[in-house]
T-cell receptor
Framework: QKEVEQNSGPLSVPEGAIASLNCTYS??????FFWYRQYSGKSPELIMF??SNGDKEDGRFTAQLNKASQYVSLLIRDSQPSDSATYLC???????????WGLGTSLAVNP | ETGVTQTPRHLVMGMTNKKSLKCEQH?????MYWYKQSAKKPLELMFV???????ENNSVPSRFSPECPNSSHLFLHLHTLQPEDSALYLC??????????????FGEGSWLTVV
């Protein structure tokens, strides 16, 4: 089992819809969770992070964490074509003090 | 502009060449990293420096040689690379190393092609 798993996509949504991106992880001791966005040919940029169970909102983005089920998701409301990118999930595994990365989910928002 | 600057942005080198990648961070961070990003693979952590001391070397071949003269600068010296080393090399920094919630900020990356 991969340590951090994401559906590679592509996930295609129409403009204005809600895009839902999911990430599961294997280490129950994981402590913090990050979402990065990476445009084609560019480097990853941080969107948001979450530590506690529940939801965290920042503008059109909401991160949801469920430690019991070992998943973290990212919701993008009112999706825009400019949101088209690959979204990387990263999980901080506290026991070995490493940041583990998923492969990323490719999102396409269609006008 | 993320506060982490990498040069060159693109590099083409022969297998017998020696070249270096340079990274500078203006964020006052204590930790710096080199990552490798290849198609269809997760980000691979290569090296970690914390307070300019190397704290991790993730079984990286010796043809990659890092150097960290101070907490703001990081180099990756390249020598006798192989075509499979062609990838995007990302420099990153964070306030500290190994702290939960420690956010990593990436530079724009150096695209390396080995011919």
């Amino acid at each position: 089992q991969k340590e951090v798993e994401q559906n590679s996509g592509p996930l295609s949504v129409p403009e204005g819809a809600i895009a839902s991106l999911n990430c599961t992880y294997s280490d129950r001791g994981s402590q913090s969770f990050f979402w990065y966005r990476q445009y084609s040919g560019k480097s990853p940029e941080l969107i948001m992070f979450i530590y506690s169970n529940g939801d965290k909102e920042d503008g059109r983005f909401t991160a949801q964490l469920n430690k019991a089920s070992q998943y973290v998701s990212l919701l993008i409301r009112d999706s825009q074509p400019s949101d088209s990118a690959t979204y990387l999930c990263a999980v901080y595994a506290g026991n070995n003090r490493k940041l583990i990365w998923g492969l990323g989910t490719s999102l396409a928002v269609n006008p | 502009e993320t506060g982490v600057t990498q040069t060159p942005r693109h590099l083409v080198m022969g297998m017998t060449n020696k070249k270096s990648l340079k990274c500078e961070q203006h964020l006052g961070h204590n930790a710096m990293y080199w990552y490798k990003q290849s198609a269809k693979k997760p980000l691979e952590l290569m090296f970690v420096y914390n307070f300019k001391e190397q704290t991790e070397n993730n079984s990286v071949p010796s043809r990659f040689s890092p150097e960290c003269p101070n907490s703001s600068h990081l180099f990756l010296h390249l020598h006798t690379l192989q075509p499979e080393d062609s990838a995007l090399y990302l420099c990153a920094s964070s306030q500290d190393r190994g702290v939960p919630g420690n956010t990593i900020y990436f530079g724009e990356g150096s695209w390396l092609t080995v011919v």
